[in-house]
């Protein structure tokens, strides 16, 4: 897990612990239906901006995310592109 990656000029670890709560702690996260949708939407994210996913953990009222990311993407970034496609897909 701790294991360094390296581009053609640099070597990094970075890792980035995300944890975001819906508007009010509404509960719609315990439906299985939303709950696959979030994790296969985060998962098809995850190949396309190339993060490790180390954990993932989808509670009723928030979701836990801990990736390891390559440095050209900040965490603004990273949240941003995962809590827009996943809205979008649960919308």
Do not use: C, Q
Request: charged share 25%; glycine share 4%.
């Amino acid at each position: 897990m701790n294991t360094y990656k390296s581009t053609r000029h640099a070597k990094f670890l970075i890792n980035y612990h995300f944890v975001w709560i819906p508007k009010y702690r509404k509960d719609f996260l315990k439906d299985p239906e939303v709950k696959n949708t979030v994790e296969e939407t985060i998962r098809e994210l995850s190949k396309t901006y190339k993060f490790d996913i180390l954990a993932l953990e989808i509670m009723p009222d928030h979701i836990h995310l801990f990736i390891s990311a390559l440095p050209r993407y900040s965490p603004s970034e990273l949240i941003n592109v995962i809590k827009g496609a996943t809205g979008r897909k649960i919308g």
